[in-house]
């Protein structure tokens, strides 16, 4: 064996662990959910998408910290998000989106 192909070996051996440990591929999505839960039971969500996984999907995550992946385009999965994205919302945010209205509406 060369040299080269010694090194290749060993970067392969070194690379795949450590992205499997950030959550690469192992974490991805392999098929789309039905299971539609309460959205008071979800905590956050995600989205996955090509290339970094194969499936583009959006991954709520429960109470039970269990990842539920479910299909981007759904009406479950977009009234989920968007209450979600409210929940977590600050109320100092809000008054800084209502002021940013206020003031394009006067203009």
């Not at 759904?74 to 994205?85: C, D, F, P």
């Amino acid at each position: 064996m060369t040299a080269l192909n010694l090194v290749s070996i060993f970067l392969v051996a070194v690379m795949v662990p450590a992205t499997l440990a950030r959550g690469g591929l192992a974490s991805c999505c392999r098929k789309i959910s039905d299971t539609q839960v309460h959205r008071d039971l979800l905590t956050k969500y995600y989205t996955q998408r090509p290339p970094s996984c194969p499936l583009h999907a959006v991954v709520f995550i429960t109470l039970q910290s269990k990842r539920i992946c479910a299909d981007p385009y759904k009406l479950w999965t977009q009234t989920s998000m968007a209450y979600l994205e409210g929940k977590n919302c600050h109320p100092r945010q809000l008054g800084k989106q209502r002021k940013q209205t206020i003031s394009h509406e006067r203009q």
